[in-house]
């Protein structure tokens, strides 16, 4: 099967060079230091398998089935889009230039047949008039020179590559993932800065493009690595200014209003491209303004200039296959370890299919599903040691391994009650004290209300299960399965709770509730005051009331809409959900992790 949605591959390449060998003395040496478990007798001793109760042959999971192949149908339709980026104008434009699409500079980087999980191919989608496919960044982890790394490559036929906020908030996101799993970052600049219209929500605030910089310069103090591959422009502004001795207030106004900060300046090392990659403060149009000086984008700032005479880059390059390969030398040379102890086991696959998934969900949030048969197409061997399984039922929690990994996984089956929370707060200590990742799998209505509950301590033992899952200082992941609303989206660990990795499905929903509960709360509220003012109100009046905000809610809890956002690190496949954990796990365990400590529990 080709993954056309994650991986530039297909997935069955990306198995063969993934770090999940048969033979350990075949995994590459950068990944995870293997402890073989001597007390893991049989594969039995890890768990039982979970029975099969799906009838692949019934008319419910051919509906079903039927429903999620037709969304993973327009989901791939809509990524394809998204992969052409800016047209195919903008890409002839760039190809005649002599320069790789931005893809293939990945792809040019990246081992021989290793996976790239992109992440956020969806941001930007319909956010603003302009179509600003992927945000006009590209960012994903591949393996590079045998080290995992982040990847930030910029697409400059996407709007030339300049800086909308969505870029920033997509660029900053991968960094934030670099500095929680320790990861190199690999930058590919081809960037004409900040886009100059939209400054007030680019510039300024903590989380603007200032913060780039930040994390390159603290991530760089942590020792994790900061590598710049210049592939076209490189333009730098305001925030240099002060540093430049002697201007007059004149010059230092123009300077102002160039667009960018030079990525490669805060790079450990740089690379850059002669005669097609430029680093300046600011570019030749400015500089005219500026000081009346006449000079080409190449000799202001080309790699003549900066490799022979200023310094500021390291190696000097001719192509953009030549510089991507100068940029896995220097990956090679990092000599960087990422060697947590981990217990892993020979990875074995589930005995049910995984592409069995959609069948079983289908696209109605209305109709249940039995969530551990979900889990069953996820863990290795179907085998799964589940956590108080008579108590708390609408809560299934439990041990298992995915790709040879060991998870603690966290599955809704049903709305929380009081018992439900209590074993969620009691199992996630239990994966904390042991350092065992935990896996998330929501479909989620809420906490259980009305006055029995809350009699029955709802409010406090719902506290102890969000406050344990946000003090789990182990790897998180969370998958969207179904829907995700209101506080129950806390409890199970949403994007507010830092999940190293939050991924959703065409098919999820999510909102502080659904479209028809709030159409009846404010209809509720309408008809109370109404009914004060001695006003009526018909069932017409009252459903034209309700519609517009059941179709808003709809629409602003669909997975295109919180994706564009970046509220979640991609929309996957259910039938790929095993293997993009199993690509997040490897990723998630060169962090360290441990030392939990919790807050107080109301008891």
Known sequence: MSFSILFPRPYSRMIASYAFRRSPSSWPVSQVSVQKSRALATLADLGPIIENTVDVNSAEFKENAAAQDALVAQLRQEVDKIKRGGGEEARKRHLSRKKLLPRDRIDTLLDPGAPFLELSQFAGYKLYEDDVPAGGIITGIGRVSGVECVIVANDSTVKGGTYYPITVKKHLRAQEIAKENNLPCIYLVDSGGANLPRQADVFPDREHFGRIFYNQATMSGAGIPQIAIVLGSCTAGGAYVPAMAGNMANSARVLRRASNLPVACYADESVIVRKQGTIFLAGPPLVKAATGEVVSGEELGGADLHCKTSGVTDYYAHSDEHALNLGRQIVANLNYQRNPKVTLTEPEAPLYPPSEIGGIVGDNLRKPFDMKQVIARIVDGSRFSEFKEFYGTSLITGFGRIHGFPVGIVANNGILFSESSLKGAHFVQLCSQRNIPLVFLQNITGFMVGKNAEAGGIAKNGAKFVTSVACANVPKFTIL????????????????????????????????????????????????????????????EEEAFKKPIRDRYEAEGHPYFASARLWDDGIITPSSTRDVLGLGLSVALGSHVGGTRFGVFRM
Request: include cysteine; charge should be positive.
């Open 481 to 540: 399965c179904g829907g995700s609303f209101g506080a129950g989206n806390y409890g199970m660990c949403g994007r507010a709770y830092s999940p190293r990795f939050l991924w959703t499905w065409p098919n999820s929903r999510i909102s502080v509730m659904g479209g028809e509960q709030a159409a009846n709360v404010l209809a509720q509220v309408t008809r109370d005051n109404k009914e004060k003012k001695g006003q009526a109100w018909s069932a017409e």
